[in-house]
């Protein structure tokens, strides 16, 4: 919603971009529906196929042994101990990229400018991701 601080060209680009939103969303959500019934129908021709049936069913059982397999080998000591670092290193990942976005945007605000030469002389360019999403 615009305010009364923002210019004419302001609230006009503000209500231009609001609507290109809105209408991105509604397209989305279109897009989305159209897949959705276009998987359904893929998945009824499948379901339909005896051959394909049967090939699904073998893979199911071969599935199975893989997955009992793979219990069996990670009932072992060692490789429980590298799950166990793995899901360490990546709490640490996702602290770290946390931080690490929490210190770009000081960067920004402080230094006015979206780019950080690294220490190895690399040039590198501070994006920002953002999504809608609806609130509760």
Do not use: C
């Amino acid at each position: 919603m615009p305010n009364e601080n923002q210019n004419p060209n302001q609230v006009a680009n503000l209500l231009n971009i609001e609507s290109l939103i809105n209408s991105s969303t509604a397209r989305f959500e279109v897009l989305q529906k159209e897949f959705q019934e276009q998987k359904s129908q893929l998945d009824s021709i499948l379901d339909s196929d005896i051959e394909y049936q049967e090939v699904a069913q073998e893979a199911k059982k071969q599935a199975k042994l893989k997955t009992i397999a793979k219990q069996k080998v990670m009932a072992r000591s060692e490789a429980a101990l590298l799950v166990e670092k793995m899901k360490d290193a990546h709490i640490q990942i996702k602290e770290l990229k946390t931080a690490m976005s929490d210190y770009l945007a000081q960067f920004v605000m402080l230094s006015g400018t979206n780019q950080i030469e690294g220490p190895d002389g690399v040039l590198r360019q501070i994006i920002y991701t953002a999504k809608l999403v609806k609130t509760k």
